[in-house]
Protein backbone atom coordinates (compact mmCIF):
# COMPACT_ATOMS: atom_id res chain seq x y z
CA UNK A 1 0.00 0.00 0.00
CA UNK A 2 3.32 2.12 -0.44
CA UNK A 3 3.01 3.48 -3.67
CA UNK A 4 -1.29 4.02 -3.20
CA UNK A 5 -2.11 7.47 -3.03
CA UNK A 6 -4.83 8.85 -1.03
CA UNK A 7 -6.75 10.77 -2.72
CA UNK A 8 -9.84 12.72 -1.02
CA UNK A 9 -12.01 15.69 -1.51
CA UNK A 10 -12.76 17.95 1.92
CA UNK A 11 -16.24 18.90 2.99
CA UNK A 12 -15.61 22.19 1.53
CA UNK A 13 -15.07 21.22 -1.63
CA UNK A 14 -17.64 18.60 -1.91
CA UNK A 15 -20.35 20.89 -0.72
CA UNK A 16 -19.54 23.66 -3.44
CA UNK A 17 -19.64 21.26 -6.11
CA UNK A 18 -22.97 19.78 -5.07
CA UNK A 19 -24.44 23.47 -4.80
CA UNK A 20 -23.11 24.36 -8.41
CA UNK A 21 -24.17 21.15 -9.48
CA UNK A 22 -27.77 21.55 -8.03
CA UNK A 23 -28.29 25.00 -8.94
CA UNK A 24 -27.08 24.30 -12.71
CA UNK A 25 -29.19 21.21 -12.96
CA UNK A 26 -32.66 23.14 -11.79
CA UNK A 27 -31.79 25.66 -13.91
CA UNK A 28 -31.52 23.29 -17.09
CA UNK A 29 -34.50 21.56 -16.17
CA UNK A 30 -36.19 24.77 -15.31
CA UNK A 31 -35.23 26.03 -18.95
CA UNK A 32 -36.18 23.01 -21.32
CA UNK A 33 -39.49 22.03 -19.50
CA UNK A 34 -42.29 24.57 -18.69
CA UNK A 35 -44.31 21.45 -16.72
CA UNK A 36 -41.27 20.77 -14.26
CA UNK A 37 -41.37 24.76 -13.64
CA UNK A 38 -44.92 24.77 -13.44
CA UNK A 39 -45.19 21.68 -11.30
CA UNK A 40 -42.38 23.13 -9.03
CA UNK A 41 -44.71 25.96 -8.81
CA UNK A 42 -47.70 24.15 -7.42
CA UNK A 43 -46.10 21.44 -5.42
CA UNK A 44 -42.82 22.89 -4.21
CA UNK A 45 -43.32 26.99 -4.31
CA UNK A 46 -46.29 27.02 -2.33
CA UNK A 47 -44.37 25.68 0.72
CA UNK A 48 -41.03 27.14 0.04
CA UNK A 49 -42.36 30.89 -0.59
CA UNK A 50 -44.51 31.36 2.36
CA UNK A 51 -41.45 29.91 4.63
CA UNK A 52 -38.86 32.44 3.00
CA UNK A 53 -41.04 35.20 3.09
CA UNK A 54 -42.16 34.38 6.84
CA UNK A 55 -38.70 34.80 7.59
CA UNK A 56 -37.83 38.08 5.64
CA UNK A 57 -40.80 39.38 6.18
CA UNK A 58 -39.96 39.97 10.39
CA UNK A 59 -37.75 43.03 8.66
CA UNK A 60 -38.95 46.77 8.31
CA UNK A 61 -36.08 47.01 5.60
CA UNK A 62 -36.13 45.23 2.06
CA UNK A 63 -34.01 42.03 2.65
CA UNK A 64 -32.81 42.14 -1.10
CA UNK A 65 -31.72 45.82 -0.74
CA UNK A 66 -29.67 44.99 2.24
CA UNK A 67 -27.88 42.10 0.50
CA UNK A 68 -27.27 44.04 -2.60
CA UNK A 69 -25.66 46.24 -0.33
CA UNK A 70 -23.54 43.78 1.78
CA UNK A 71 -22.55 42.13 -1.52
CA UNK A 72 -21.06 45.16 -3.16
CA UNK A 73 -18.71 45.46 0.33
CA UNK A 74 -18.14 41.96 0.06
CA UNK A 75 -16.83 41.95 -3.64
CA UNK A 76 -14.94 44.83 -3.17
CA UNK A 77 -13.33 42.56 -0.11
CA UNK A 78 -13.17 39.79 -2.23
CA UNK A 79 -10.79 41.76 -5.09
CA UNK A 80 -8.98 42.92 -2.38
CA UNK A 81 -8.08 39.27 -0.63
CA UNK A 82 -6.80 38.27 -4.36
CA UNK A 83 -5.04 41.86 -4.72
CA UNK A 84 -3.03 40.71 -1.55
CA UNK A 85 -2.17 37.11 -2.42
CA UNK A 86 -1.36 38.06 -6.00
CA UNK A 87 1.14 40.67 -4.62
CA UNK A 88 2.45 38.73 -1.76
CA UNK A 89 3.03 35.62 -5.03
CA UNK A 90 4.72 38.17 -7.09
CA UNK A 91 6.99 39.87 -3.84
CA UNK A 92 8.18 36.22 -3.02
CA UNK A 93 9.03 35.82 -6.63
CA UNK A 94 11.02 38.67 -6.56
CA UNK A 95 13.18 37.94 -4.21
CA UNK A 96 13.97 34.76 -4.93
CA UNK A 97 14.86 35.74 -8.28
CA UNK A 98 17.21 38.42 -6.57
CA UNK A 99 18.60 35.86 -4.23
CA UNK A 100 19.44 33.53 -7.27
CA UNK A 101 21.55 36.57 -9.11
CA UNK A 102 23.18 37.21 -6.11
CA UNK A 103 24.01 33.82 -5.51
CA UNK A 104 22.87 34.35 -1.99
CA UNK A 105 20.20 31.69 0.05
CA UNK A 106 16.42 33.00 -0.43
CA UNK A 107 15.00 33.36 3.45
CA UNK A 108 11.39 33.91 1.67
CA UNK A 109 9.91 31.06 3.36
CA UNK A 110 6.80 31.43 5.58
CA UNK A 111 6.85 34.22 7.91
CA UNK A 112 3.80 34.65 10.27
CA UNK A 113 2.53 37.63 8.80
CA UNK A 114 3.17 36.26 5.20
CA UNK A 115 1.26 33.09 6.55
CA UNK A 116 -1.87 34.37 8.66
CA UNK A 117 -2.49 37.19 5.79
CA UNK A 118 -2.32 34.31 2.93
CA UNK A 119 -5.24 32.11 5.58
CA UNK A 120 -7.03 34.95 6.10
CA UNK A 121 -7.63 36.25 2.40
CA UNK A 122 -7.85 32.27 1.41
CA UNK A 123 -10.45 31.99 4.10
CA UNK A 124 -12.63 34.68 3.15
CA UNK A 125 -12.39 33.56 -0.66
CA UNK A 126 -13.89 30.42 0.68
CA UNK A 127 -16.37 31.93 2.93
CA UNK A 128 -17.33 34.57 -0.19
CA UNK A 129 -18.06 31.55 -2.19
CA UNK A 130 -19.96 29.69 -0.36
CA UNK A 131 -22.32 32.47 0.50
CA UNK A 132 -22.66 33.30 -3.36
CA UNK A 133 -23.21 29.47 -4.08
CA UNK A 134 -25.96 29.75 -1.12
CA UNK A 135 -27.40 32.96 -2.84
CA UNK A 136 -27.47 31.36 -6.26
CA UNK A 137 -30.08 28.67 -4.89
CA UNK A 138 -32.28 31.12 -3.18
CA UNK A 139 -32.44 32.82 -6.18
CA UNK A 140 -32.96 29.62 -8.20
CA UNK A 141 -36.12 28.42 -6.21
CA UNK A 142 -37.23 32.35 -5.69
CA UNK A 143 -36.91 33.32 -9.44
CA UNK A 144 -35.08 31.83 -11.85
CA UNK A 145 -37.32 28.46 -12.15
CA UNK A 146 -40.27 30.64 -11.79
CA UNK A 147 -39.68 32.45 -14.67
CA UNK A 148 -39.81 29.24 -16.42
CA UNK A 149 -43.22 28.90 -15.71
CA UNK A 150 -46.64 29.17 -17.81
CA UNK A 151 -47.78 32.66 -18.21
CA UNK A 152 -51.14 33.71 -16.51
CA UNK A 153 -52.68 33.80 -19.92
CA UNK A 154 -51.33 30.04 -21.09
CA UNK A 155 -52.72 28.95 -18.01
CA UNK A 156 -56.06 30.60 -17.54
CA UNK A 157 -57.20 32.97 -20.33
CA UNK A 158 -56.93 30.70 -22.93
CA UNK A 159 -58.61 27.58 -21.13
CA UNK A 160 -61.47 30.32 -20.79
CA UNK A 161 -61.53 31.04 -24.48
CA UNK A 162 -61.50 26.99 -25.27
CA UNK A 163 -64.79 26.99 -23.06
Not at 76 to 97: D, E, M, Q, T
Not at 108 to 119: D, E, I
Not at 155 to 161: A, F, I, K, R, T
Request: with cysteine; net charge positive; charged share 15%.
Amino acid sequence: MRGMRRTYINIYTLTITILIGLITLINLISWNSKAISDWYRQNVFVLWGPLYGTVTGRTDRSVGEVMLGIAAVLILLFFIAIIILISGKIIRFICRRKAIKTSKEADVTASPARTVTGRVCVTYIKVFVLILCIVGLIQTLNCFVLYHTSTFEEQYVSEYLKN
